[in-house]
């Protein structure tokens, strides 16, 4: 096209300031967008473990394991650590096998017999 072509105000837009987008009024099923902070709605995550205010009362052992992995978490910028990097923390921790295994918690079936070494 020639730089003097005519265009059609059907084919092209050249001022938005008029028609702004974000102020049209759509009807949508659920309103969204009502103000008020979806956070508050839904109950703010929490960044930090704070055991006091939690539902349960936490052990000892448990604190020190959840800070632990919450400064593993902070110092290595990862918010979601690998098995192998929480069995990492657990072992710095000094935790290490000495006992047999027993049943997992909530299972209602016994342990698989052990296999032959």
């Known amino acids: 096209m020639s730089d003097n072509a ?3 105000s059907d084919l092209c837009v ?3 300031r008029g028609n702004d987008r ?14 008020k902070d979806r ?7 929490r960044r930090q473990i704070d055991p006091t205010t939690c539902e349960r009362d936490y052990s000892t052992d448990e604190i020190e394991f959840m800070k632990a992995m919450d400064q593993y978490k ?3 910028r990862r918010p979601f650590p690998t098995w192998s990097e929480v069995l990492e923390v657990l072992r710095a921790l000094g935790y290490r096998r000495v ?3 027993s049943q997992m918690p909530g299972l209602s079936t016994s ?3 052990k296999a032959d070494d």
């Open 6 to 8: 005519a265009f059609s």
């Open 14 to 16: 050249t001022d938005r």
């Open 22 to 35: 974000r102020k049209r009024s759509i009807p949508v099923a659920v309103e969204r967008r009502s103000g």
């Open 39 to 45: 956070r508050a709605e839904q109950g703010e995550r």
């Open 74 to 76: 902070r110092e290595n």
């Open 99 to 101: 006992a047999e295994p």
């Open 111 to 113: 342990l698989p017999p």
